[in-house]
């Protein structure tokens, strides 16, 4: 047992949303249709014209959080509303909604971290190839060109592109990501898809510090540490292979400037190495992320596999698409809970996650999502009772207390969700809010903003900097 350390003074605490998931009106105001508008929608969920309508109501949804306290805001950018066509012609009623949100955002005095693009492709480039394209490096670059000369006066954080390896692992399965129907090889596909994210991160965190020396800037990923499901020397392989593959190529990218080796030797054996573009590999090795950002929700257990499993289908389920016959087995870790989603909870392993991120890259870490999705319910007399959801976000602080402890450097805490918003294909019943939106899966009700209870103790752990939880 260790005495714990308290929280920096200035701790970003805060929550996140996602540009789509939030706004709505999709397609008002100028802006130009994204891949989350034009691809197929799980059955039984909610579209996204409407969303929770932020759009419309931030300034009641920033009242909100500031009455929380909230020190951040992490938000997106949707990048077909500032540039319809995903390049080229501006749409100053979009570079206006987000210079008012932001604005909002300080009046309050939250900072906001901005995500540059979160699984919303603008869907003219879509057409075009979409991150198929070896275009599509700079087509993010004059995007984000735009975002640094509008916005890069307020905004001091800035993220590159959230969840990379989330789309490159489990991205069909859950329509995040697009891969063109004639592919003979899917693994090539999509490793070429995510060479050209890694190229356009590397250039958009370039030209963040050539236009704004004083901003900060990092990459987003879904960190999540492997276990081995058992001391067997060939579980331990497993677990070295699935850090690799889907945790390490990503940062080790972002802050080194190179594979990893046993992803490319991985890549190698599956004839799927990406092709480097003249110019990429020096873009990669120069740009520097200031910190790393991860989402945590859950660790992830795998064993040894001999590679003699029959997939049929790659993303046929969440096992099959988080699992690499070879390499390793996704399993169920017998030691941990889910929740009603069936998502395991693991706090311990979010500390375990902290101090290894710490000791590979040392430098500070933000956390941009954790949280717990749930069916919550409104009462008649407008409360939610949310216990499970306090009970969770407690357990993880204590967690980043440890980790600081520990001696991680650690910037802020923003966990899903700020608001109710409609999860990436389980809809709106699928609750992550401090605050929850009165509107059903196709039933959009009076969209009105109530509290939770998690809301009322969120707000004293920022008032007390994280002692009293
Ligand atoms: C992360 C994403 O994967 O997890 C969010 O960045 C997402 O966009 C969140 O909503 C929760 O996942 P889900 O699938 O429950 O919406």
């Known amino acids: 047992h260790q005495t714990l350390k308290p929280f920096?003074?200035?701790?970003?605490?805060?929550a996140s949303t996602s540009a789509y998931q939030v706004e709505g009106a999709s397609l008002e105001d100028g802006k130009g249709p994204s891949f989350q508008d034009t691809k197929k929608l799980p059955p039984g969920t909610a579209d996204l014209t409407v969303s929770v309508d932020h759009y419309h109501r931030y300034k009641e949804d920033i009242a909100l959080m500031a009455e929380m306290g909230f020190k951040a805001y992490r938000f997106s950018i949707s990048w077909s509303r500032v540039l319809p066509d995903g390049i080229g012609k501006v749409n100053p009623k979009g570079i206006e909604f987000y210079n008012n949100l932001i604005d909002e955002c300080l009046k309050y005095g939250i900072e906001p971290i901005i995500t540059m693009f979160h699984f919303d492709m603008p869907a003219a480039l879509e057409e075009k190839g979409?991150?198929?394209?070896?275009?599509?490096?700079?087509?993010?670059?004059?995007?984000?060109?735009?975002?640094?000369?509008n916005y890069g006066d307020r905004v001091k954080y800035w993220l590159t592109i959230n969840e990379q390896n989330m789309m490159t692992l489990?991205?069909?399965?859950?329509?995040?990501?697009?891969?063109?129907?004639?592919?003979?090889?899917?693994?090539?596909?999509?490793?070429?898809?995510?060479?050209?994210?890694?190229?356009a991160q590397a250039k958009a965190m370039q030209l963040c510090h050539e236009m704004l020396p004083k901003a900060k800037i990092g990459p987003a990923p879904n960190i999540a540490l492997a276990y081995p499901n058992s001391n067997r020397p060939?579980?331990?392989i497993a677990e070295q292979n699935a850090n690799a593959i889907r945790n390490w190529l990503y940062?080790?990218?972002?802050?080194?400037?190179?594979?990893?080796?046993?992803?490319?030797?991985?890549?190698?054996a599956k004839d799927a190495t990406?092709?480097?573009?003249?110019?990429?590999?020096?873009?990669?090795?120069?740009?520097?992320?200031?910190?790393?950002?991860?989402?945590?929700?859950?660790?992830?257990?795998?064993?040894?596999?001999?590679?003699?499993?029959?997939?049929?289908?790659?993303?046929?389920?969440?096992?099959?698409?988080?699992?690499?016959?070879?390499?390793?087995?996704?399993?169920?870790n017998q030691n941990l809970k889910k929740t009603e989603f069936g998502w395991e909870i693991d706090p311990v392993g979010f500390r375990a996650t902290m101090r290894a991120l710490y000791d590979r890259y040392q430098l500070p870490l933000l956390v941009t999502e954790n949280g717990i999705g749930a069916y919550?319910?409104?009462?008649?007399?407008?409360?939610?009772?949310?216990?499970?959801?306090?009970?969770?976000?407690?357990?993880?602080?204590?967690?980043?207390?440890?980790?600081?402890?520990?001696?991680?450097?650690m910037l802020g805490y923003n966990p899903w969700s700020a608001i109710d918003l409609i999860s990436t294909h389980e809809g709106i019943k699928k609750r992550y809010g401090f605050i929850y939106v009165d509107r059903d899966e196709f039933d959009l009700k009076t969209l009105k903003r109530y509290r939770k209870d998690s809301f009322y103790w969120y707000k004293k752990v920022i008032a007390t900097n994280g002692e009293n939880l």
């Open 8 to 14: 920096p003074k200035d701790f970003l605490w805060g």
């Open 130 to 149: 979409s991150w198929s394209n070896a275009s599509s490096s700079e087509w993010f670059k004059e995007f984000a060109r735009v975002l640094f000369e």
């Open 170 to 199: 489990v991205g069909p399965l859950i329509g995040t990501l697009r891969v063109p129907e004639a592919t003979t090889n899917l693994t090539k596909e999509i490793y070429q898809q995510n060479h050209h994210q890694l190229v």
């Open 234 to 236: 060939e579980d331990i």
């Open 251 to 268: 940062l080790d990218m972002a802050v080194y400037g190179r594979y990893n080796n046993l992803v490319w030797a991985y890549l190698e």
């Open 274 to 332: 990406p092709t480097f573009a003249p110019g990429d590999a020096e873009v990669l090795k120069v740009a520097k992320p200031d910190f790393i950002a991860f989402n945590y929700y859950t660790s992830f257990t795998v064993e040894a596999s001999d590679g003699s499993e029959q997939i049929a289908d790659k993303f046929a389920d969440q096992q099959s698409a988080m699992s690499e016959p070879g390499y390793y087995r996704s399993v169920q």
């Open 376 to 409: 919550d319910e409104l009462t008649a007399d407008g409360k939610v009772h949310d216990p499970y959801r306090i009970v969770y976000l407690r357990e993880h602080i204590v967690q980043i207390k440890e980790a600081i402890s520990d001696g991680v450097e």
